[in-house]
């Protein structure tokens, strides 16, 4: 298991990644959905709809497939119950598609373009990758920084704090950053287990907690 854990420019809590891509927050835990929750079918049915492009973006991008699966969560997978809602969202703020990128910063692509799945999740995935190799800002490739500025969707490579706003102290909507890390840690669950495993976990097989989490690390 790693011991350190990263030193938090915002000052709010700290996290570490462990074995297995697994985020653990100092004096919280690691924070798992329980897969009979609706933000986990959530999480599995935004996988199911658009599993082929987010894992071939990942492996392209060289980001963990769960990452993929978490910001395309946490973006529209209140809306995977059905695929051409979740494919061609369009927030009031005017960001578009599965993984919600705004249009006018990403000018090479048309608009249409950013509501095909196959276009957006790509793309999606790849500003994930160059906010990772950014090197504008004193933060590393971590998740939780990573939802901040994603979140922010201006292409900015800074982490803005708020002190109070959340558990981190990160500028963002609510929770972003804390949702991200949930869905992470519980997509690499889902993940290892596949598809066939799902009625199991329903069953109770595999709960939230920490064991689930130290199943992981094996």
């Not at 297995?20 to 599995?44: H, M, R, T, V, Y």
């Not at 109070?164 to 909507?173: I, L, P, Q, S, T």
Request: charged share 15%; with cysteine.
């Amino acid at each position: 298991m790693a011991t350190d854990f990263t030193a938090n420019i915002c000052g709010g809590v700290r996290w570490r990644t462990n074995p297995g891509g697994i985020i653990e927050l100092e004096g919280l835990g690691i924070p798992l959905l329980d897969p009979a929750s609706a933000k986990f079918q959530n999480l599995a049915r935004t996988w199911k709809n658009f599993g082929e492009y987010l894992g071939a973006a990942a492996d392209k991008s060289g980001i963990p497939r769960s990452w993929a699966l978490a910001f395309a969560t946490v973006e529209t997978g209140f809306l995977s119950a059905d695929y051409q809602k979740q494919a061609e969202a369009v927030s009031g703020a005017g960001a578009v598609g599965v993984m919600q990128l705004m249009p006018q910063y990403f000018s090479k692509y048309s608009r249409a373009e950013l509501l095909d799945p196959s276009v957006n999740i790509p793309v999606g995935v790849g500003f994930i990758k160059k906010l990772c190799a950014s090197s504008a800002c004193p933060w590393r490739c971590e998740l939780p920084y990573l939802g901040s500025v994603y979140n922010a969707g201006s292409g900015s490579n800074c982490v803005q704090c708020s002190p109070g706003k959340n558990a981190f102290n990160f500028f963002e909507d609510a929770d972003y950053s804390m949702q991200l890390v949930s869905y992470n840690n519980s997509a690499l669950t889902y993940l290892k287990l596949g598809e066939a495993a799902w009625p199991w976990m329903l069953g109770g097989a595999i709960v939230a907690g920490a064991g689930a989490a130290a199943w992981l690390w094996l």
